[in-house]
């Protein structure tokens, strides 16, 4: 029933910019919290961004801040991660996260994933 449904995803040179989509369905989506967490081979999936909410309050991993932006609308139960001035270290699969509550930095802590889409930065 809870579905999360990520899009945009992509290719795109170092330096250039993504915007990040996931859709939710089957949740009271203005209850939750949502993040923004990636993976790649070999790792565990980590936290990137979080947001309340209402969208009044946002939290950034360290090699993010200044480049990421999480947004929401809860009108269309949508959670944003607007990409700038993307790096080939944030080559990764991007999955999105809804938390009724917990600790927004831990994965363990979330109720739903998205299924993940991929961002690819070539140098």
């Known amino acids: 029933q809870v579905q999360l449904v990520e899009s945009g995803g992509g290719l795109v040179q170092a330096g250039g910019s993504l915007r990040l989509s996931c859709a939710a369905s089957?949740?009271?989506?203005?209850?939750?919290?949502m993040g923004w967490f990636h993976q790649v081979p070999g790792k565990e999936r980590e936290f990137v961004a979080a947001?309340?909410?209402?969208?009044?309050?946002?939290y950034y991993a360290d090699s993010v801040k200044g480049r990421f932006t999480i947004s929401r609308d809860n009108a269309k139960s949508t959670v944003y991660l607007q990409m700038n001035s993307l790096k080939p270290e944030d080559t990764a699969v991007y999955y999105c996260?809804?938390?009724?509550?917990?600790?927004?930095?831990?994965?363990?802590?979330?109720?739903?994933w998205g299924q993940g889409t991929q961002v690819t930065v070539s140098s």
């Open positions: 089957g949740l009271s989506f203005s209850t939750y919290a």
């Open positions: 947001i309340t909410w209402r969208g009044r309050s946002t």
């Open positions: 996260g809804a938390q009724r509550r917990g600790s927004y930095r831990d994965g363990q802590e979330y109720d739903y």
